[in-house]
C-alpha cells in the first residue's frame, strides 16, 4: 500500500474528485484570476500595444477560449487527485505558448477577407521572418500567462482540499 492512500485513509478524507462542473470552474477562475493579474502587472496593456485595434480582441478570444481548453484537457487528465505541481506548471507554459501561436494564425479569420490575409501572413520570405513570428512580443507573454494560470490552477485545486467540509 502506498503512503499517499495510507495518509489520506488515516486523516479520514477521501481523495479530490474533480467533476466536470469543478473543472469547469477550476478553469474559470483560474482564467479570470490570472487576466486580473496580467491587468495589474501590464501584460495585457503589453500585449495591446503590440495589437492595436480590432485585431486585439479577436486575438484575445481566441488565445483565452484554446488556453481553457488545454487546461480544461489537462485538468481531466487528473481528476481524481491533486495537480502535480511541476508537470502542471510545466503544461501550463507550453499551453500558454501554443494557445498564443494558435491564437495568432486563426485570429485574422474574424476579420474581412481573414483567409487570404492568414495565408499572406504565413508566407516568410527569410528565416529571420519565421524566428520573429515564433519570438514575437505577445508570444513571450502567452507563456507567462499561461504559467499564471496554471498557478492559479494549482492554488485553487490545493485550496478547494483543504476547504472541503469533514
Do not use: C
Not at 478524507?13 to 502587472?41: H, N, Q
Not at 480590432?54 to 485538468?75: I, K, M, N, R
Request: hydrophobic share 50%.
Amino acid at each position: 500500500m502506498s503512503h499517499e492512500s495510507n495518509a489520506s485513509r488515516t486523516s479520514g478524507s477521501a481523495p479530490l474528485r474533480l467533476g466536470v462542473g469543478k473543472r469547469v470552474l477550476l478553469v474559470a477562475a483560474s482564467l479570470a484570476l490570472a487576466y486580473g493579474i496580467a491587468l495589474v502587472t501590464f501584460i495585457i496593456r503589453w500585449m495591446h500595444f503590440w495589437m492595436r485595434g480590432p485585431y486585439f480582441f479577436s486575438y484575445l478570444g481566441v488565445f483565452l477560449s484554446t488556453l481553457a481548453g488545454l487546461l480544461f484537457w489537462w485538468a481531466s487528465r487528473h481528476h481524481n487527485g491533486p495537480l502535480p505541481v511541476l508537470s502542471t506548471a510545466a503544461f501550463s507554459i507550453v499551453a500558454g505558448y501554443v494557445a498564443g501561436v494558435i491564437a495568432m494564425v486563426s485570429y485574422p479569420l474574424f476579420q474581412s477577407d481573414g483567409v487570404q490575409h492568414v495565408l499572406e501572413a504565413l508566407r516568410f520570405p527569410t528565416p529571420e521572418a519565421a524566428i520573429g513570428f515564433f519570438w514575437f512580443p505577445v508570444r513571450l507573454t502567452t507563456w507567462l500567462f499561461g504559467g499564471i494560470a496554471g498557478g492559479m490552477m494549482l492554488f485553487l485545486s490545493r485550496r478547494w482540499r483543504r476547504m472541503r467540509p469533514s
